[in-house]
């Protein structure tokens, strides 16, 4: 495990720092220095004896800490994704639409192996960067490259494929020819249209199981009047398109 692995976060309040062992911050209540031994669940000092806790990154964190180069998948449609598909420890997944790699940090750190395909060599670049930032640099493998054009030259089988970019249909498409028996396909969309071509393209492959998403969530508002949702807004992100290779023994 390498220090980048083994980065922690030290927090107090609102201020929040990720870390590797060893490291050194400057705070305004001080400067922290890490021990090379640092573990989650203890406290650290700074010079003007100002406490800090060691929290262990988690996914939700990921959001915070990872370089943006864009809008990153949201956690309740990466909990949809893996709640439907059931992609676990051991599984292949191939993704494409990388961006930031939220969705890619998270596979990898259930211990799925990922390679994920981005178009853009800078966003690309960023993205094995942010794998390293979350400790999975050795089960995602980020490729600089439009997954469409070289769909011919992937080595499947794969558990899961997931795509986050406009010319998904296509992908989808020839998605048996890439999936494992009983493997899936998630498709994420902003737009209905994409959602809609996604499932077409799905039954016409003669995948199984298809179904479309509208993923949306409410907060609750609790006060002394009552209780109700949120009017702040309705939460809406995307659509999510599933659909299931499973061959016919006939």
Known sequence: MTRADRRVLVVRGNREFLLEPGATQETDLGVLELPEDIEPG???ETHLDESF?????????LFDHLERTGAPMMPRDIGLVVGHTGVAAGDRALDAGTGTGVLAAYLGRLGVEVT??????????VARENMETAGVADNVTV???????????????FDLITLDTGDAPEVVAQAD????????????SPFVETARACAEAAREAGLDDVETLETIQREMDFDDRGSRPSTAGVGHTGYLTFARFLPSLE
């Open 42 to 44: 203890t406290t650290v």
């Open 177 to 188: 020819d890439l999936l494992a028996s009983g493997g899936f396909i998630a498709t994420y």
């Open 143 to 157: 490729e600089t490259g439009d997954i469409a054009a070289t769909i011919d030259d992937l080595k499947g089988p």
């Open 53 to 61: 806790e060691v929290r262990r990154l988690r996914g939700p964190d």
């Open 116 to 125: 994920t395909y981005e178009r853009d060599p800078e966003f690309a670049e």
